[in-house]
Protein backbone atom coordinates (compact mmCIF):
# COMPACT_ATOMS: atom_id res chain seq x y z
CA UNK A 1 0.00 0.00 0.00
CA UNK A 2 1.13 3.59 -0.83
CA UNK A 3 -0.14 6.83 0.79
CA UNK A 4 0.01 10.38 -0.29
CA UNK A 5 -1.90 13.71 -0.34
CA UNK A 6 -4.17 15.00 -3.15
CA UNK A 7 -5.54 18.25 -3.58
CA UNK A 8 -9.09 18.40 -5.11
CA UNK A 9 -10.22 21.76 -4.98
CA UNK A 10 -12.53 22.28 -7.96
CA UNK A 11 -14.88 19.97 -9.75
CA UNK A 12 -12.95 19.77 -13.09
CA UNK A 13 -10.48 17.84 -11.11
CA UNK A 14 -12.38 15.73 -9.60
CA UNK A 15 -14.06 14.43 -12.57
CA UNK A 16 -10.55 14.11 -14.02
CA UNK A 17 -8.84 12.17 -11.23
CA UNK A 18 -11.84 9.80 -10.67
CA UNK A 19 -11.66 9.09 -14.46
CA UNK A 20 -7.80 8.61 -14.20
CA UNK A 21 -8.91 6.12 -11.18
CA UNK A 22 -11.16 4.14 -13.13
CA UNK A 23 -8.89 2.12 -15.24
CA UNK A 24 -6.93 0.41 -12.46
CA UNK A 25 -7.92 -2.74 -11.71
CA UNK A 26 -6.57 -2.07 -7.25
CA UNK A 27 -9.26 -0.43 -4.84
CA UNK A 28 -7.88 2.89 -4.01
CA UNK A 29 -9.41 5.55 -0.76
CA UNK A 30 -9.60 8.54 0.11
CA UNK A 31 -9.21 9.34 3.59
CA UNK A 32 -10.48 12.45 5.51
CA UNK A 33 -10.16 12.57 9.13
CA UNK A 34 -12.54 9.46 10.22
CA UNK A 35 -14.19 9.17 6.77
CA UNK A 36 -12.74 6.89 4.16
CA UNK A 37 -14.45 6.76 0.66
CA UNK A 38 -13.70 4.61 -2.23
CA UNK A 39 -11.88 6.76 -4.50
CA UNK A 40 -13.39 5.88 -7.77
CA UNK A 41 -16.93 7.26 -6.38
CA UNK A 42 -17.67 10.83 -7.88
CA UNK A 43 -20.20 11.66 -5.52
CA UNK A 44 -18.25 10.04 -2.41
CA UNK A 45 -15.35 12.62 -3.39
CA UNK A 46 -18.22 15.59 -3.85
CA UNK A 47 -19.42 14.78 -0.59
CA UNK A 48 -15.79 15.40 1.45
CA UNK A 49 -14.18 19.09 2.60
CA UNK A 50 -11.87 19.42 -0.37
CA UNK A 51 -10.58 22.78 0.72
CA UNK A 52 -7.96 20.71 2.61
CA UNK A 53 -5.85 17.77 1.20
CA UNK A 54 -7.04 14.70 1.26
CA UNK A 55 -4.61 11.15 1.91
CA UNK A 56 -5.00 8.91 -0.88
CA UNK A 57 -4.11 5.17 -0.45
CA UNK A 58 -3.45 2.96 -3.29
CA UNK A 59 -3.19 -0.87 -2.46
CA UNK A 60 -0.76 -1.68 -4.63
CA UNK A 61 2.73 -1.79 -4.83
CA UNK A 62 2.82 -1.50 -8.44
CA UNK A 63 1.20 2.15 -9.22
CA UNK A 64 3.89 4.21 -10.45
CA UNK A 65 2.03 4.68 -13.45
CA UNK A 66 -0.46 5.91 -11.99
CA UNK A 67 1.46 8.11 -9.49
CA UNK A 68 2.90 9.98 -12.49
CA UNK A 69 -0.93 10.50 -13.94
CA UNK A 70 -2.15 12.11 -11.39
CA UNK A 71 1.05 14.30 -10.55
CA UNK A 72 -0.91 17.60 -11.01
CA UNK A 73 -2.94 16.56 -7.81
CA UNK A 74 -0.51 15.53 -5.46
CA UNK A 75 0.37 17.80 -2.44
Same mark, same amino acid.
Given at each position: ? #?TVNV ?5 ? #? =? #??? !???? !?? =????? &?? !?? *?RYVI ?5 ? *? ?6 ? #? ?8 ? &? ?11 ? =?
Amino acid at each position: M #KTVNVMLDTIA #K =V #KDF !VNQL !VA =VPYDV &DL !VS *GRYVIDAKSFM *GILSLDLT #KPIELRLYSE &DCDELLKKLAPYL =V
